[in-house]
């Protein structure tokens, strides 16, 4: 490239990093809204947590499955309209369902109300929703796996991609504090109405007086805007989203990146492309060997983040607001575990990102023993905490750089399509990390026993990085 080319490549290399980043939040907002207005739909009207697992656990189920097909897609669209088309089916569905109780009443003529009717027909409406709203939620991840592989080189992918990844905490982070913000804001005082008291007590099967009851009464009507607000925000992000990205530096006039001495075939038809990945994606064992290893490096991070207040406060003795401050730290101490991962990975080891993974596996298993050892011990809950988080920053560098080494792997062609097969299987981790440890925890093991399996896991999924010790950067110099 020319001097005049290479600052204008740098300029929409960044750009394209943000706008992915910043979309990426905007599908984050109107996915991880729904477990802020759950306690609202079980107090207003009597859903029971059974039912909310069921969409949670299928809806979640789903996603996983539309990250698989949307990445198998992703390598064959436009990333910048894929994306912005997902971005638009899920703002689409939040509304749907903030809306929901309106829509009931229109089309059924049932008023809105907490008779059985009116409620079988609002979980059924949520039901159809949430689960559309996740199908297109996965064209959130696959298309960002296309695009910055396409302008970021091998050399520099680990430590860009573990600054893109920081997008998954933020996200996480700007969610909670809208769920917040709008639960304290946007509900009705009904406090004083002794009818919703009471009718929110039965709900609750708790005491008119208990707080959790005041505090529902209060916040009465807050759970539709958890979906309304954030759909506005998103609709927003749909013309970000289309404003600022563009697909390939061949769209905007500059040339493509070539690594292995190999440029890129713009010309390949769709027989050619669907050989190419098959090779180098569906038949490569270092694909799935890699989406064997993210499968534990989630069962070990839902774990912590689901369980790790939980477990504080039952048997630990921390308060609830440590323990809800425990989310927040974990979240730190990853952004800070994957940009320091990303930055090993290409400073340290030369882009061969399974060596930083195996040592941070290494590093996990090490945290959670020490957990395990200080809390038998007695020590402080806080210090605990930070132990755990710790382990948090641990295991949020493999969960960055997995999708690294399996993009040079797949390259560029086939990086979207390996990111959808991980995914997937990551995924499936939640039966694991959820019903598994929360099996474990209720038996006689106790808590000890998911700790125990902890390590196990972290054991395993160390064991899968050991024989990529030796293994090159990327395949891009093998592609045909």
């Not at 890699?290 to 048997?315: C, K, M, N, Q, S």
């Not at 929360?438 to 006689?444: K, M, P, Q, R, Y």
């Amino acid at each position: 490239m020319t001097p005049e080319q290479q600052k204008k490549f740098k300029y929409w290399q960044w750009r394209t990093i943000i706008g992915t980043m910043v979309a990426y939040i905007f599908f984050y907002l109107i996915r991880k809204n729904f477990s802020f207005a759950m306690p609202g739909l079980t107090a207003e009207y009597g859903i029971t947590k059974a039912s909310l697992g069921i969409i949670l656990s299928l809806g979640g189920f789903l996603y996983g499955l539309s990250k698989l097909f949307n990445g198998i897609l992703a390598d064959r669209v436009n990333g910048r309209w894929h994306m912005v088309i997902g971005l638009i089916g899920s703002t689409i569905t939040a509304f749907g369902i903030g809306f929901g109780t309106i829509i009931i009443t229109k089309l059924t003529g049932v008023p809105e109300g907490s008779t059985a009717d009116f409620v079988s027909k609002l979980v059924l409406l949520i039901s159809i929703f949430y689960i559309i709203n996740q199908l297109f939620q996965g064209c959130g991840f696959p298309p960002c796996s296309r695009l910055i592989p396409r302008w970021v080189p091998a050399s520099e992918l680990a430590t860009k991609m573990s600054i893109w990844n920081t997008s998954h905490s933020i996200g996480a982070g700007l969610a909670c504090l809208c769920g917040i913000f709008i639960m304290g804001m946007m509900g009705s005082d009904m406090s004083g109405n002794s009818e919703v008291v009471a009718s929110i007590a039965a709900n609750l099967n708790k005491e008119a007086t208990d707080p959790a009851v005041i505090s529902a009464a209060q916040n009465y009507g807050a759970w539709k805007w958890m979906f309304i607000i954030p759909g506005i925000i998103a609709a927003f992000g749909i013309i970000f989203t289309a404003a600022v990205l563009r697909d390939t530096p061949k769209s905007v006039g500059l040339p493509e990146l070539s690594d292995g001495g190999k440029k890129e075939e713009s010309t390949e038809t769709s027989a050619e492309l669907s050989a190419f990945i098959r090779k180098h994606v569906w038949k490569n064992p270092v694909i799935w060997a890699l989406a064997v290893a993210d499968f534990f490096v989630y069962v070990i991070r839902f774990a912590v983040l689901d369980w790790g207040p939980t477990f504080l406060r039952e048997h630990c003795g921390m308060s609830a607001e440590w323990a809800g401050i425990t989310v927040f730290v974990f979240e730190i101490f990853g952004v800070i575990g994957m940009l320091i991962a990303g930055w090993a990975s290409d400073k340290l080891f030369n882009g061969r990102s399974a060596r930083t993974c195996l040592i941070c596996m290494v590093g996990a298993l090490v945290s959670i023993i020490g957990f395990i050892g200080l809390q038998k011990a007695g020590a402080d809950p806080v210090l605990l905490l930070f132990v755990l988080a710790l382990a948090g920053a641990f295991i949020y560098g493999p969960q960055a750089l997995i999708g690294v080494i399996s993009s040079n792997h797949a390259t560029r062609k086939g990086s979207a399509t390996a990111l959808g097969i991980i995914g997937f299987v990551s995924y499936v981790s939640v039966l694991v990390s959820g019903w598994g440890f929360g099996l474990i925890a209720d038996s006689e093991y106790g808590w000890n026993g998911v700790f125990v399996a902890m390590v196990v896991m972290a054991v395993i999924g160390a064991l899968i990085f050991v024989p990529m010790w030796k293994m090159k950067r990327d395949a891009y110099a093998d592609e045909e």
